[in-house]
């Protein structure tokens, strides 16, 4: 494969899915308010699709490992799009919910084949970047997928955020199918193989760190736009130039994970967890200050952005052998993590306000560090 222009092709469809998953988030306020339930219900959006991903994203590998790839990159597009444009027509929040599931069982199909031939079409020094690559397709969905969801929102209507959702993901499909040339199948029967590679304690240890460091990450962004509009007091215009703001810097923090974790992953990986853990704490102490808020976005963009890819590097460097597979895994426990993260955000919420949604994310960064440093241990 022409290596890099392929990688692009496969992010453009990674920022379609992905804006699908997250673009709720900048709109959850409009969608409790429109069918009357409270923040922590809306945020079931988000949380019930993350479930769905991360229950039955190996068993989907599996199930489609016989599968052409390229048609079946298309036809997840296709879904998604799909799904985007019933959700803009539903008027109850149930059969909402219901439809949003659909595409969530597609997704790890798609981010696990993306992020297998990023790894096998790159040499080992610059897996990281290759890597990143994909992932910039969940960064460009923050930069734009989230805020241009809410902006539409505020503009027209939350169903037009569908609409727009729709329209990327058609943009995306009409990507892969024009310019991605056809994927060699190399998953073939190896369940039994797949699943041996589970028998590795680096591998447990990655995955635990991933997912306390993901929940981390979710427990706070997973109610940015709640937060911005009842402690700092912005309306839904400002909430999303915060988003935009806060995806444009995480371009940068993308790439410079990407570069700094195939050299120093364990440096990386503690840096990061340290400037996160200091970052909610800025938003605790100063979330009620309008100007400050500005900059701590800035600053709290990115370093988010990097928190997925450093993720994925210590899990798939973690062990070797069934590349999809272990893709799969990483995508299933980075979505249990989003779901756990919701919905201990929106208990925390609906227990403690929304004015201490960083403590759970604090808890949670702790357990991380700590797990940190028994992998290091570990290891030497």
């Known amino acids: 494969m022409k290596s890099k222009r392929n990688l692009y092709v496969l992010a453009l469809g990674v920022f379609g899915i992905t804006t699908t998953e997250f673009g709720v988030i900048g709109i959850l306020p409009e969608i409790a308010s429109a069918f009357h339930v409270p923040i922590d219900k809306a945020g079931w959006l988000l949380s019930v699709f993350a479930l769905i991903v991360a229950v039955f994203g190996p068993f989907m590998i599996i199930l489609f490992s016989s599968f052409r790839r390229k048609p079946l990159l298309v036809s997840s597009l296709f879904i998604f799009a799909a799904a985007n444009v019933l959700s803009a027509y539903i008027t109850n929040f149930y059969i909402l919910l219901a439809v949003r599931m659909i595409p969530a069982f597609f997704h790890p199909v798609y981010w696990s084949i993306s992020l297998s031939v990023a790894e096998k079409t790159s040499a080992p020094e610059n897996k990281s970047k290759a890597v990143g690559i994909i ?22 209507s939350w169903q037009a955020s569908f609409f727009l959702t729709a329209f990327i993901n058609i943009l995306a499909l009409a990507g892969v199918q024009l310019f991605l040339p056809s994927i060699q199948n190399t998953s073939g029967s190896s369940t039994g193989l797949s699943f041996k590679t589970l028998n590795n304690i680096p591998l447990w240890t990655s995955l635990f760190l991933a997912f306390f460091t993901i929940m981390a990450m979710y427990s706070t962004y997973g109610y940015m736009a709640d937060f911005l509009k009842n402690i700092t007091l912005m309306n839904g215009r400002q909430i999303s130039i915060m988003f935009f703001l806060f995806g444009t810097v995480g371009i940068a923090g993308n790439k410079m994970a990407g570069k700094y974790m195939s050299r120093f992953p364990f440096e990386t990986t503690l840096i990061f967890l340290i400037l996160l853990l200091g970052i909610y704490l800025l938003i605790f102490y100063y979330g009620v200050f309008f100007i400050p808020m500005i900059g701590i976005i800035a600053f709290w963009g990115l370093i988010h952005s990097g928190g997925f890819l450093i993720s994925n590097i210590n899990v798939t460097s ?3 052998g069934s590349p999809e597979f272990i893709n799969s895994i990483f995508t299933s ?6 779901t756990a993260g919701t919905l201990l955000g929106g208990f925390w919420i609906s227990h403690y306000g929304i004015g201490s949604i960083v403590w759970p994310s604090i808890i949670c960064i702790t357990l991380a560090f700590c797990i940190l440093l028994l992998k290091k241990k570990l290891t030497e």
């Open 333 to 338: 426990c980075g979505n249990f993590a989003v």
């Open 135 to 156: 992932f910039s397709g969940l960064t460009l969905a923050t930069v734009l997928g989230v805020p241009l969801a809410t902006l539409m929102s505020d503009l027209i």
């Open 318 to 320: 973690s062990t070797s």
